[in-house]
């Protein structure tokens, strides 16, 4: 890996192909070794990876506004709307209008959605916890103190 260098208008060329890479790669490996817990059925539901990461979504920031969740998906608006949808019609979510902006729909878990989500996390730190019993403390600790400090880099890009 090479050393980050600097120009005079900020960050030059190598570092910046080394770290896209490495993000790459990143990637790869956590939908590997994270992610594919997502495509697992629960509960005799068939949702696909989208749905459950939704679900995820709209726990963390209930109520989440749709608009939101298209960004963190990655989705457009009419995929995101079948997606919505799907997730209405399973009884997972229920969606509103914002008292506030008529224009947006307030996305939130029923109880059917949240005890769903309670399966769908054990499964998630169950697998999370069993790929990071073969690291050790200092490794972990390591693992966190990095990722802590590429996000806290990423949401100020």
Known sequence: MTN??????????????????????FMSNYHQKFVSVFRQDIG????????????FFIKK??????TEL???LDMRKGSLTTLID?????????RQTDPADRRKALLRLTAKGEEY????????????RER??????????????????????IKKL
């Open 4 to 25: 980050i260098l600097k120009d005079g208008e900020g960050v030059m060329e190598e570092p910046l192909h080394d770290i896209q890479t490495l993000l790459f790669e």
């Open 44 to 55: 005799g539901y068939k949702c696909n990876k989208n749905q459950k990461l939704a679900l």
């Open 61 to 66: 920031k209930e109520p989440a506004i749709a």
């Open 70 to 72: 298209g960004k963190y």
């Open 86 to 94: 799907s997730l209405v019609e399973m009884g997972f979510v229920a």
């Open 117 to 128: 989500y309670g399966q769908m996390m054990d499964r998630f730190t169950e697998n999370f």
């Open 132 to 153: 990071f019993r073969a690291a050790g403390a200092g490794e972990v600790a390591e693992f966190h103190r990095c990722i802590a400090a590429m996000v806290k880099t």
